[in-house]
């Protein structure tokens, strides 16, 4: 686990602290931000026994996705039937209040009932709170170090966000991930 959020606190660190960019600098890091994509494809092949079904995106591109047994409505889906994934994933980070430190992820998963038309929803949201260590302005980075420990050099996209922040503040991270999934009868 201690890999992944350092993995994530870099990720989402290089990514919030580049995404504050504005012509007048504020005096605190305050950060939203949100990106969402949707595929459609088309369903060519479905192989039920084995749970395979093949699909091909506009662009034409095809794909096999295996689909696990929690997708229980999978023999409604027919050759045809168009398929939309949208993924959504949305970041904000902000100053801690003081003393506070958060550190966790709370997750959502749904799938349509027995009969409807398939669909399947997932959602993640990561919170932790991390302690700047240090600033190096020269190879714009900060040196942050979470809750559990675990210390991450970060790159920042863009250096003026570093005049916002200074060594010993905390700041509070959260990012969100979706995937929603619905099939959908081509008529």
Do not use: F, W
């Not at 969402?36 to 026994?49: F, G, H, M, Q, R």
């Not at 994933?89 to 998963?109: F, Y």
Request: proline share 4%.
């Amino acid at each position: 686990m201690q890999s992944y959020k350092g993995l994530l606190l870099a990720l989402v660190v290089a990514v919030s602290l580049g995404a504050c960019a504005e012509t007048t600098p504020k005096k605190e890091l305050n950060v939203e931000r949100a990106n969402v994509v949707s595929v459609t494809a088309t369903v060519e092949k479905i192989d039920l026994k084995k749970r395979i079904v093949t699909i091909r995106g506009s662009e034409g591109t095809v794909r096999t996705l295996h689909v696990g047994e929690e997708a229980v409505n999978l023999p409604q889906v027919r050759v045809g039937d168009k398929v939309t994934l949208d993924y959504i994933e949305s970041l904000a980070v902000r100053m801690a209040k003081p003393g506070e430190v958060k550190d966790e992820v709370k997750g959502l998963v749904g799938r349509a009932k027995p009969g409807e038309k398939p669909g399947y929803i997932e959602e993640t949201e990561t919170t932790i709170t991390a302690t700047i260590l240090d600033i190096d302005k020269v190879k714009e980075t900060a040196t942050l170090k979470a809750p559990d420990g675990e210390v991450v050099v970060v790159k920042v996209q863009d250096p003026a966000n570093l005049d916002k922040v200074k060594v010993g503040d905390t700041i509070v991270i959260t990012y969100t991930e979706a995937l929603a999934i619905a099939v959908r009868t081509v008529k």
